[in-house]
């Protein structure tokens, strides 16, 4: 191809390129807007409003797309902040009131005489009352042993207990008390060896006496709550009875999570369940989602076998 007719084809290339720029051009210029809210088409010659790259028709819609607050029920223009696990959102100004010590929403609630802060929502159904409390824990083992197969015969003391008696008994040294539930054992371990006929020790056999199994639980906790409380430190009660090896915070806490958000699911409790879900704790909420898996994956037989093995990992 000789220069001429190369410059040619080159101009005609150049012509049908810049055709076809203009074209594209025109078809994004004129491709219509649709409201984020409404969803109409918003006509070419309308004005209206652009925020966080969302269109919106008028003013109407543009508030409709604001967040409401849970607590005022007012729409927020200035941000806010949402909980972890979405159950609520709290407007700038809302952020300012104390938490609910229960359900973490900033509220205008009642003070109790240690501080504590509870939300009107809780307040209706905080258990305080001893036998009240008592005749929730029978209920929640009854469910959890018929139920979910997670149940123990020995006896277990169970008892309301203050923020400061239950971060005392935990024996933690924080000075940071978020405690709301606590489970001990205590025995008498008594240490036999046998021997051979040269004196030499050949075995060693564990003999327990005096075993006692308590569970305390934060006072006034509302109800679903408290009933969630008790499951997990079920939950661990059982892990003692049957794998007293282990000693992995992360798989003690992470199966006791489990078998409570098993007995949340049981009552189709979605809003507890966001909560264990979405913990960023490495040790329960990690330790949740690792025992989750294997449950899944394995099923409960798989998840028992897991156990054992991590028992008797550590015995050895």
Wanted: aromatic fraction near 12%; hydrophobic fraction near 35%.
């Amino acid at each position: 191809m000789n220069l001429r007719k190369y410059c040619f084809f080159y101009k005609i290339f150049l012509i049908l390129l810049g055709t076809a720029c203009v074209f594209a051009a025109h078809l994004i210029a004129e491709e219509p807007l649709r409201c984020n809210t409404c969803k109409k088409l918003i006509p070419s010659d309308r004005e209206y409003i652009v925020s966080q790259n969302k269109c919106y028709c008028s003013r109407e819609c543009f508030v409709q797309s604001l967040p409401v607050c849970t607590i005022c029920g007012k729409r927020s223009f200035t941000g806010g902040i949402y909980a972890l696990d979405h159950s609520f959102f709290a407007c700038p100004e809302c952020m300012k009131k104390p938490r609910c010590f229960a359900c973490q929403i900033p509220a205008d609630g009642q003070k109790l005489p240690d501080g504590r802060v509870l939300c009107p929502g809780c307040t209706r159904t905080a258990v305080v009352d001893p036998v009240r409390a008592q005749s929730i824990f029978n209920e929640v083992r009854d469910e959890m042993r018929f139920s979910l197969g997670i149940g123990t015969n020995h006896p277990i003391f169970f008892s309301l207990a203050t923020p400061e008696m239950l971060h005392k008994l935990s024996g933690t040294r924080s000075n940071f008390i978020n405690e709301q539930g606590l489970f001990k054992y205590e025995a008498e371990v008594e240490r036999v060896s046998t021997r051979d006929f040269l004196g030499r020790k050949t075995g060693e056999t564990l003999y327990k006496k005096g075993e006692t199994s308590r569970i305390y639980v934060l006072d006034y906790l509302p109800k679903l709550h408290m009933q969630y409380v008790i499951a997990h430190e079920l939950a661990h009660d059982w892990m003692t009875a049957h794998y007293p090896g282990i000693r992995d915070p992360a798989v003690k806490e992470g199966f006791a999570e489990y078998i409570a958000w098993r007995y949340n699911n049981f009552h189709k409790r979605s809003s507890l369940n966001r909560r264990i879900e979405t913990n960023p704790d490495p040790v329960y909420g990690e330790g949740f989602r690792r025992i989750r898996r294997i449950a899944e994956r394995d099923g409960f037989e798989g998840l028992k076998r897991y156990l054992e093995f991590k028992s008797k990992q550590n015995q050895k």
